[in-house]
């Protein structure tokens, strides 16, 4: 059985990161299956998902580690082709994907009690964004 | 059909990584289905899973990684908050991810030769953990 | 249901990427099944596969976050021990992580219009590779 849901989320752009566990939650307790994996998907080529404690201090910890590695200030071959300034954006979203595979069980996510979901936009700009869900399970 | 068994883990933490390839493989033997694919997810927010070449010249390679680019002996702002000294442990975390996903068919894991599946620990203490593991398959 | 497919490649080696978003897409046209979820796998511990707006600006932007993190020119002990020179592509493998999982509805996978898969080879020699395409739905 597979079950397809739509989460629609505003970001801030910039590495802003939203938690949408209670999202993906409720869908799978409505989605009238018991178990099986959720699959979260971002169709975009600039943010990703992932899990997080979802407090400020690991937040800005993870934010910082990516202005580190893939520093927004220095020069990316994708903007002299297109000059839309987000190539760090991009590379970012390469490196850390843009789906996350979770299982559920009795309708319950099998997340830790400090893990949550979240999803990251590492564009320049606030965008508008859908996120698939897809659970396969019985 | 789906299957869910779990996979009781003792670690050292520090970034101390556990092959349970064969723990997968045998329930996937053991599960009664043919083919498919297994997710493994660890409900966790300081430990994470992958594949390696399980020989300690790749996990010494693998771990140096991880102290430069999350090394922990700088201040992060989840210790500010927490005082628990393993903010590296959740932006580590973060990033490498906690599930992964290997398609079986034949009752085989599609795994290369040199290929081995690895749990890793990246908190600051040894933990008893618990990986899930979901099969959807036929 | 599941269906289960190969796709053959051959690759360059030394970060080399391959869109197979084509090859993906017309076995989903054709697997028969309506809405699930395709998961591809590489069974190397030198590969990965992630998505990625497939311009060589893009590429050449991943390609160096790569050299830099896991900068190919330093020692690794993987080398030490097998003397084969691909201690930077084992590592960068196990950080990418060899899989993929991509929600389809409608015989249609949910990517977005700037959004390609690629097959990224790490290892310093040219590949004939096998990635694994399992196909899970109704």
């Known amino acids: 059985m597979v079950k397809s849901y739509s989460i629609s989320l505003k970001t801030k752009g910039n590495a802003d990161a939203i938690d949408i566990t209670d999202d ?3 869908l799978i307790k409505a ?22 404690e979802f407090e ?6 993870f934010r910082r580690l ?3 590695i893939i520093d927004p200030n220095r020069p990316y071959e994708h903007n002299k082709h297109w000059d839309d300034g987000n190539g760090h954006s ?9 789906f996350l595979t979770i ?7 099998t997340l830790g ?3 949550q979901v979240i ?20």
Chains 1, 2, 3 share one sequence.
Do not use: M, Y
Not at 41 to 50: E, N, V
Not at 56 to 61: A, H, K, M, R, T
Not at 90 to 95: E, F, K, Q, T, V
């Open 24 to 26: 993906v939650s409720e």
């Open 31 to 52: 989605c009238g299956l018991r178990s099986g994996i959720a699959t979260l998907f971002s169709p975009s080529s600039t943010s990703a998902l992932t899990t997080i």
């Open 56 to 61: 400020p201090g690991c937040l800005n910890d």
């Open 66 to 68: 990516f202005d580190e």
């Open 90 to 98: 991009h590379i970012r979203a390469s490196l850390e994907k843009p």
């Open 103 to 109: 299982p559920f069980i009795d309708q319950t996510l």
């Open 113 to 115: 009690t400090w893990q």
């Open 119 to 138: 999803f990251i936009d590492f564009d320049i700009r606030p965008r508008q964004r859908q996120v698939i869900l897809q659970i396969i399970g019985e």
